[in-house]
């Protein structure tokens, strides 16, 4: 099983493919050059030796005419001579044939005196010229009218025909020979070809090999941290993906580290916080009720501070799920933002904060209303607590035919230019004293950004320090899983 898996992995790699191809290109042209040059050979072999018969066969009609042949064919010893001599050089047989059908001279001495009626005949008695070649039974046949012209009249009469047939053995010979090797030197070529294929290949394939050792290398923590293979293009933007990638990962790993370092910190503060109130309670002898009593306020107060991290911590958890644990109902954003404001009014008026809802036209959207609730009240909450005494904070709603738009407006502290890239960051803090004099975990805006992406939804921010921050956020009104 492993031999017959290694051998499918090699058909289906690039090396063999690569070594094919080549053999392919190599081999293809080869063969249909040996084929096209022995048919061109033996084509223009035949082309002189067909040219060269007829020249001779045309002399021979002539003087075969002249001489009134075929009425004394006996006392024309010369053409006889020549006849036979024809037959002889180009290994083949001649025949003399008047307008009656009748054979009057035949080179092999079989038909001499019998009758010939073919179709190659009659069209020559007709006058026409014809020639053929036969290749399977490797001969040559031309049968040329003879024509007698009155010298009176002009007019011309076919009186009868000769029929010359020869073999092409020579030709052939040489074919073979020429085949053999042309053969010969084909297959050097394709030993070549697969030698020079399969070098050209592992040279090609190489840099991915080298590729793949350095990212396996790289997998079992060894090597660099970065690929740096540039032999190709391909090459080159393949090592650039992949240590882009590598990037991204070192970031993710570097943001889990800090994260859970961060999640211990945040646990461990409040603990602290108790423990110390705990011994100083402890250390005291007959302390007055009062200090007992705005102490273990201050220990409640820290664990109100654990159980909202904590709390925090579950629906950051939560959002971190895919989008397939969204509960999706028909929810009316503008009674879910009246709703919201109005649980946040107190903590508003504490401050003497103007809390305004603008509604554009109502607005039903599918969405899930507990994670979208949790995002917006975050938003809300955030303008309200990072303001300044008798500021605003301005919500609006709107809509059109495939997005609803929410608008969180203030007029607070704001954010600093360098710090907008990072307020998405688990337990990033602005202004971390501020932060903690309010109660803020640096978790919110988080979980309201994971919110609205699971919503296939987008999140914009922009500020101004000492003017205020803008919120605007685009959810569609259908959800599309």
């Not at 009626?117 to 003879?146: A, C, F, H, W």
């Not at 306020?297 to 799920?321: A, F, Q």
């Not at 995002?375 to 309200?384: G, H, Q, S, Y």
């Not at 971390?432 to 609205?452: D, F, N, Y």
Request: hydrophobic share 40%; charged share 25%.
């Amino acid at each position: 099983m492993s031999k017959f898996k290694k051998l499918t992995d090699f058909l289906k790699s690039l090396k063999c493919r690569l070594i094919l191809l080549c053999i392919l290109i190599g081999i293809v042209p080869s063969v249909l050059l040996r084929a096209g040059m022995l048919g061109s050979y033996e084509n223009r072999a035949v082309s002189i030796r067909t040219s060269e018969i007829l020249s001779q066969a045309k002399i021979l009609a002539n003087q075969i005419v002249s001489n009134d042949y075929l009425n004394n064919a006996e006392s024309e010893s010369a053409i006889n001579v020549q006849l036979e001599q024809l037959s002889t050089i180009y290994d083949g047989r001649v025949m003399i044939i008047d307008e009656e059908f009748h054979i009057i001279k035949d080179t092999y001495n079989l038909d001499t005196g019998k009758t010939i009626i073919s179709e190659e005949v009659i069209k020559s008695i007709q006058g026409e010229e014809i020639s053929k070649y036969d290749s399977q039974n490797r001969y040559i046949e031309m049968t040329i009218p003879l024509v007698h012209v009155d010298l009176e009249t002009e007019n011309k009469r076919t009186i009868g025909v000769i029929m010359v047939s020869v073999s092409t053995d020579s030709i052939n010979l040489n074919l073979e020979y020429l085949a053999r090797n042309t053969l010969v030197m084909e297959l050097i070529a394709i030993v070549a070809i697969i030698f020079a294929g399969t070098f050209i290949a592992i040279h090609l394939v190489a840099p991915f090999h080298a590729m793949a050792k350095s990212i396996e290398e790289i997998q079992t923590g060894y090597g660099d941290d970065a690929l740096k293979i540039n032999a190709y293009t391909e090459t080159r933007q393949i090592c650039e993906k992949f240590n882009k990638m590598l990037g991204r990962m070192k970031v993710l790993d570097d943001s889990r580290q800090e994260f859970v370092s961060n999640v211990s910190h945040e646990l461990k503060t409040p603990l602290t916080s108790m423990k110390v109130l705990a011994d100083s309670i402890n250390s005291m002898e007959d302390a007055p009720v009062e200090l007992y009593q705005e102490f273990m306020s201050d220990i409640g107060n820290e664990v109100d501070r654990e159980t909202k991290i904590i709390n925090d911590l579950l629906s950051l958890v939560k959002m971190d799920k895919s989008a397939g644990d969204l509960n999706i109902t028909n929810v009316n954003i503008n009674e879910l933002l009246e709703q919201i404001l109005k649980r946040l009014k107190p903590i508003a008026e504490k401050q003497n904060i103007e809390l305004v809802l603008e509604s554009f036209r109502p607005v039903s959207a599918d969405v899930d209303e507990v994670k979208i609730t949790l995002a917006f009240t975050n938003l809300i909450e955030n303008a309200v607590k990072y303001n300044r005494p008798d500021g605003w904070v301005h919500v609006s709603l709107n809509a059109d035919h495939q997005y609803f738009y929410l608008k969180v407006e203030d007029c607070g502290i704001g954010i600093p230019e360098e710090s907008l890239e990072h307020i998405y960051e688990r337990f990033y803090r602005v202004d971390k004293s501020h932060s903690r004099e309010i109660g803020g975990t640096g978790l919110g805006l988080a979980i309201t950004r994971s919110a609205v992406l699971m919503h296939r939804g987008a999140i914009k921010v922009f500020s101004t320090v000492g003017e205020g921050t803008i919120f605007n956020v685009r959810i569609p009104l259908n959800y599309i899983s």
